[in-house]
């Protein structure tokens, strides 16, 4: 089991690095995700080990929350690409209109 | 260890093979009704009322050519139909064909993939079902297909609300996710006639989840993802002989999974028919072939509403399925959902 | 033992995909792969219930969102490896292996308090008397940011520019 501690290190990372480096918003978003999923697997191994059944209840608070996250995010993507034509996160450098 | 392997081994072949071997004449009955629905005669020259045409069109597909076209994406395009057949199957694990029972001094649960939120687990698994269409519409790069496969999505998501609306409405009625408990439930008699089965306490559900799977199998009235006549074919336009016969496998075995949960929410799923029970009281073996035959009867006429339907009802326009599923059906099923909470709640 | 790397493999070499990969579809393919990959782990680890609903929320419709927003993009004029700069690649990379470095320290000094099993009622019942008693205010509010998320969705992909003639009618079909 404990193998699963550097997993869940290891998506978080991962999850980072390519949130730094890409540079196109949806790849970014996909990246979110994965860190996502490396803290929720944590958190399923900590319930483990100390017996208690609430930070499982954390999992489900943060599926909620990735949920919301992803549809606002892809929403967004969608409202520039239709109004920029790119999504490229370096070419989108006004705020307004 | 061996014993549990071998029992899990013998289910797995039992699960796969009931289906796989119904499929040809579920083929041949939806021919053969259409035929009836349109006052021909349909198939009827190979064997004896025609059965063994389905045989005759599975050599077809065997022999025909593989048409492989150059601008498709070549892993995605392999990919889609076997992604398609094996997420259509997924759900089948937790289908009880019966309850229970001892054999050789083993209780033997009757399903594959045995836990206690069965319904749950296949309601997981069938919602990955849009995957081997998007897949097979982005992996064709056609124009139509990619048109096909986003329509199918869309449909299937959007009626995936008001189907799990239906399911969250039994599962507080019966108060458990176990399949067998669900079962349980619905096994006797009101009055002496007439059966428990969830249908008569909950017919919006029922009718909601009908629409749903109607829906998600992607059958007619909503088969907007092929809509022969504005898209060509949808997202298999481009598959032909073996790819495309595992595309129509999927959605026939996809049509039997959704119809065995829909009978097992609501229509009692292998209790026994009513005047079954006197002959069930002979022998334990008896009573278990005896329930194996009530769930493969109810899914043999809810197979053949499925073809009654396809040639009944147009199919619908897109605007007009939207609107269905999100101004009717999901306020409705949250109404029924809202009903039913309040009724249990005062019920206890 | 063998089944924890195994599913430990596979969902690392899925993840890297979805970094690595070239093409965003690939991409978004392999996070599905990675998310059920992590299903399956919860289920080993015998949270049979978050399996169940990571397979449904995460893998069933958050993965199906990116594929469906991907094919509304015209991905083909957004390659996601354009101009990738290798002064920053390198120094992400260092801080990664720092933090690893780090992280694995902490796991290792604290591995026996880590891999203690400590059985927990995983079943859906005491999950859910937990849920509605102790953190019923976080369960309502998460339902209100549901809703709020649901009203901006449509709010912000149903705004339109009135002089953009292009886009006249692109989403007249598409229902919220």
């Known amino acids: 089991m404990s193998i699963y501690y550097y997993l869940s290190a290891f998506l978080f990372c991962l999850g980072l690095i390519g949130t730094i480096l890409k540079k196109d918003l949806i790849s970014m978003l996909l990246c979110i995700e994965l860190m996502l999923g490396g803290v929720a697997l944590l958190f399923i191994l900590f319930s483990k080990s100390t017996g208690f059944i609430d930070s499982q209840l954390m999992v489900i608070f943060m599926m909620i929350i990735s949920a919301c996250e992803v549809a606002i995010g892809l929403s967004l993507i969608i409202a520039l690409y239709r109004n920029k034509q790119t999504i490229y996160t370096d070419e989108i450098k006004i705020i307004t209109e | 260890m061996l014993e549990s392997a071998i029992e899990i081994l013998l289910k797995t072949i039992v699960i796969l093979a009931l289906p796989l071997g119904a499929l040809p004449l579920i083929i041949h009955v939806e021919r053969r009704g259409a035929a009836f629905m349109q006052k021909r005669l349909g198939p009827n020259r190979v064997g004896p009322f025609g059965l ?183 997202y298999h336009l481009e598959y032909s002989s073996m790819k495309f016969a595992l595309f129509f496998m999927a959605e026939y075995i996809h049509m039997i999974a959704l119809s065995a949960l829909f009978i097992i929410l609501f229509f009692g799923g292998y209790a026994l028919l009513p005047g079954m029970s006197f002959l069930a009281e002979k022998s334990p073996i008896l009573l278990v072939a005896l329930q194996a035959l009530s769930l493969i009867t109810k899914i043999a006429l809810m197979i053949w509403f499925f073809v009654w339907v396809r040639w009944t009802l147009p199919r619908f326009r897109y605007d007009q399925l939207m609107t269905l599923g999100w101004e009717r059906l999901l306020p409705l099923g949250i109404a029924n959902l809202i009903i039913t909470v309040l009724f249990v709640y005062y019920r206890n | 033992m063998g089944v924890d790397i195994l599913l430990t493999i596979l969902t690392v070499v899925f993840a890297l995909m979805v970094v690595f990969s070239k093409k965003t579809v690939v991409s978004a393919f392999a996070l599905l792969m990675t998310l059920l990959c992590l299903a399956m782990i919860y289920f080993q680890l015998g949270t049979v219930f978050l399996s169940a609903v990571q397979v449904l929320v995460n893998a069933g419709a958050i993965a199906i969102l990116f594929v469906f927003v991907m094919m509304l993009i015209d991905l083909e004029q957004f390659p996601n490896n354009r101009e990738r700069n290798k002064i920053k690649l390198v120094i992400s990379i260092f801080t990664i292996l720092i933090i690893m470095g780090v992280l694995a320290l902490i796991i290792n000094n604290n591995i026996d308090t880590l891999t203690v099993i400590n059985l927990s009622d995983n079943s859906m019942k005491a999950l859910f008397e937990k849920l509605y008693n102790t953190y019923y205010l976080p369960f309502e509010m998460a339902t209100v940011l549901l809703l709020a998320a649901i009203v901006a969705c449509v709010v912000i992909t149903n705004h339109r520019k009135d002089d953009d003639s292009d886009n006249e009618g692109a989403d007249k079909g598409v229902h919220p």
């Open chain 2, 52 to 234: 063994l045409q389905p045989l005759a069109d599975v050599a077809k597909f065997m022999f025909k050519e593989e048409v492989h076209p150059t601008h498709v994406k070549p892993f995605f395009y392999v990919a889609a139909p076997l992604v398609a057949l094996v997420v259509a199957i997924l759900p089948l694990a937790c289908i009880p064909i019966a309850a229970p029972f001892e054999l050789f001094g083993r209780t033997i649960f009757p399903e594959v993939f045995r836990t206690d939120m069965g319904i749950f687990y296949a309601f997981a698994v069938s919602a990955l079902g849009s995957y081997g269409i998007l897949l097979a519409g982005w992996a064709s790069n056609n124009k139509y297909s990619m048109l096909g496969a986003l329509r199918a999505c869309a449909q299937m998501v959007s009626y995936e609300l008001s189907l799990s609306t239906s399911v969250v409405a039994m599962i507080f009625l019966y108060g458990t996710n176990d399949i067998h408990q669900m079962i349980g439930a619905q096994t006797g008699y009101w009055f002496g006639f007439l059966p428990k089965w969830g249908v008569f306490i909950q017919p919006v559900a029922a009718m909601l989840f009908l629409v749903g799977i109607f829906a998600e199998s992607n059958r007619l009235p909503f088969d907007l993802a092929e809509g022969e006549s504005e898209i060509v074919a949808g």
